[in-house]
């Protein structure tokens, strides 16, 4: 197999990536990091699109007009978490590590991404392959849903962090809300009261006792819990939303199923409590064969740059879910550590991200001299 691995501007490529961090794009905000990488297309001749996701949003789509079935697309999202500290998010280096806001999720995925589709626009190539760069992946996936509402692909490349290892399977993801109502009394005498956050502390206890017994299959997160009203009052309302990591071979339905169970034995054993669950968004999880013909072809692509393959599971929630929802088979696949990612701490080493871009760049050629074979 050739290589377009000449082509790859480094330097380039660590610009491209300085000023996709410097642009603060959390979700909902990513207008100016999507306006970013549309001028850096036309300033290097690639076409492109922006497909309309809301009033405010648009994901960036590049199709190469000469190809008439699109084999492959490389999909990133270019929105992040909320910043740490607003005065202190940006592009720093240090030795060969990037740290700022989005550098591991996922803003050296799309960096890489960028640059491997200039690089072979550059070399005169026009692999059947295709980028999206979209939004809303840390919130909705609306980026990914209006994606999968216009275009269709066979395969996807999904450039979260994964420190280069192909993960072929991917977790499911479950959202859970969770409510208490009680009885609202003065601060002073609670046990005329039935106090809303006690109910949901033991609620949830029993809920992360069953998933502990699950073992490390299943990841928990109690995200978020608020109770009302505020000041010196026994509170008559909780909610709390959880979110679930599953393994793809355990079924979402077993776990609402169990989920369920819990949660009517809680409220018929407690007097006075009313107790209200409900599932919100909800993906299932999936397993990829090594014997996809894809797949062998992106292992001879790694055996020819002499990487690690590896093969495992992304064990968190991604628009990998939302392609697979829809009938494209998605790999995940990227430079960054995924226990970095929304970290104060978060880095991705440059090395990496150079050999993402490699990376993508050499697997869109193969599928290139594949046709024309």
């Known amino acids: 197999m050739a290589s377009p691995v000449a082509n790859i501007n480094e330097a380039r490529l660590q610009r491209i990536l300085k000023e996709l961090v410097d642009i603060y794009s959390p979700s909902g905000k990513e207008h100016e990091v999507v306006t970013f990488c549309s001028e850096l297309l036309k300033d290097h001749g690639v076409p492109h699109v922006l497909q309309e996701v809301d009033e405010q949003r648009s994901n960036l789509v590049v199709i190469p007009d000469d190809q008439d079935e699109i084999e492959l697309c490389f999909v990133g999202h270019v929105d992040t978490v909320a910043a740490y500290d607003l005065e202190d998010y940006g592009f720093k280096m240090e030795g060969g590590d990037v740290h700022g806001l989005g550098t591991a999720d996922m803003k050296s995925g799309c960096a890489a991404m960028l640059e491997a589709c200039i690089a072979l626009r550059e070399s005169g190539k026009t692999p059947p392959v295709a980028l999206a760069l979209v939004v809303d992946e840390e919130e909705d996936n609306a980026g990914a849903r209006a994606l999968v509402g216009e275009y269709h692909f066979p395969w996807a490349i999904v450039g979260e962090p994964t420190g280069l290892l192909p993960c072929l399977g991917h977790y499911g993801y479950m959202e859970v809300y969770l409510r208490t109502r009680g009885r609202r009394a003065h601060s002073a005498v609670p046990e005329l009261g039935h106090n809303a956050i006690e109910a949901m502390l033991r609620t949830l206890l029993e809920v992360t006792d069953f998933a502990t017994a699950e073992g490390s299959r299943l990841v ?128 991705v080493a440059f090395s990496d991200v150079v050999t993402a871009a490699r990376l993508y760049a050499g697997l869109a050629e193969s599928l290139l001299q594949e046709r024309r074979q």
């Open 220 to 347: 928990y997160n109690i995200r978020e819990m608020s109770a009302l009203p505020f000041g010196f009052v026994v509170p008559d309302l909780c909610e709390a939303w959880l979110d679930f990591h599953l393994p793809p071979d355990m079924r979402v339905d077993s776990l609402k199923t169990d989920l369920e169970r819990i949660v009517s034995a809680r409220s018929q054993a407690t007097d006075n409590l009313d107790l209200y669950m409900r599932f919100e968004d909800t993906y299932a999880g999936y397993d990829i064969s090594e014997e996809r013909t894809f797949v062998r072809e992106l292992k001879r692509v790694f055996e020819a740059m002499a990487l690690e393959w590896a093969p495992r599971h992304f064990r968190s929630h991604s628009d990998g879910n939302v392609l697979w929802a829809a009938g494209i088979d998605p790999i995940v696949l990227g430079p960054g550590r995924l226990d970095l990612a929304h970290t104060e701490d978060e880095s």
